[in-house]
């Protein structure tokens, strides 16, 4: 009788830690278990078709995840963590890379998640609030999903049909996540709110405050002749296939 090949896996933590997932998602454990990357994946990386539509990187991970899931309700942060994690199991913790034409190299293994508060997350709940600083407003938002990710996407693609020179990434984004203006849900007060009432500081004042909460890894690293803040670690194509040769 044939046997079947049982893959090694690992167990991955997500930044999140579960904690903005319905309590009924595989994804509220706070851990996703992922498989090593084979042949298979290396095949996906590869796949010209996959390459164009932009789709390779999430082919491979919906790939190498085992926790039966839906993929859409990743939140970012947390795909990131996946992401990290299916280089390690593929082709280990060390990724050399070019800055300003020097080599560097990051060990994988050692990067952290980023250092926020997790008592504003309320368990099962991805709703937040926030207060503009300017205008006084009150808003709720939520954290983007990659079905988020994929719906902004679209949208902003489709815009750029009829305005080939538009640039609507921003202001379709905070369409997206923000789910209510001073307590209203209706989507034609918040489409109207962020193009004709968010004030340009406001609006780069939310941003920034999701950035410094919003669970995620730190991809930062510090290169002697890089600015004080560091800089962020560059994913291309020899991120997840450093044999590429690109």
Not at 96 to 111: M, P, Q, S
Not at 166 to 171: A, I, N
Request: net charge negative; charged share 30%.
């Amino acid at each position: 009788m044939e046997q079947k090949q049982k893959f090694p896996t690992e167990m991955v933590e997500l930044p999140s830690k579960g904690l903005l997932y319905p309590k009924d998602s595989a994804l509220a454990s706070g851990t996703i278990e992922m498989k090593y990357m084979t042949a298979r994946e290396e095949d996906i990386l590869t796949n010209q078709n996959y390459i164009q539509q932009g789709v390779v990187i999430d082919k491979l991970l919906q790939s190498l995840i085992v926790t039966p899931i839906n993929y859409g309700d990743l939140l970012v942060g947390d795909k990131n963590a996946i992401l990290i994690a299916s280089r390690v199991l593929g082709y280990g913790k060390d990724y050399e890379f070019d800055y300003r034409g020097t080599k560097h190299i990051v060990d994988l293994a050692e990067l952290t998640f980023k250092d926020i508060d997790y008592k504003p997350l309320e368990a099962g709940k991805n709703q937040f609030s926030f207060t503009m600083p300017s205008t006084g407003t009150n808003i709720t938002y939520k954290l983007a999903t990659h079905a988020d990710e994929l719906a902004i996407e679209q949208e902003v693609k489709g815009l750029k049909k009829f305005n080939k020179d538009s640039s609507t990434e921003l202001s379709t984004r905070l369409k997206r996540i923000i789910t209510s203006v001073e307590g209203n849900s209706e989507t034609k007060t918040i489409r109207d709110f962020v193009d004709n009432f968010l004030l340009a500081r406001d609006s780069r004042a939310f941003r920034e405050h999701i950035k410094n909460t919003q669970p995620d890894v730190d991809l930062k690293f510090f290169p002697e002749d890089g600015p004080e803040g560091g800089v962020d670690i560059p994913i291309g194509i020899t991120f997840l296939w450093p044999d590429s040769g690109v």
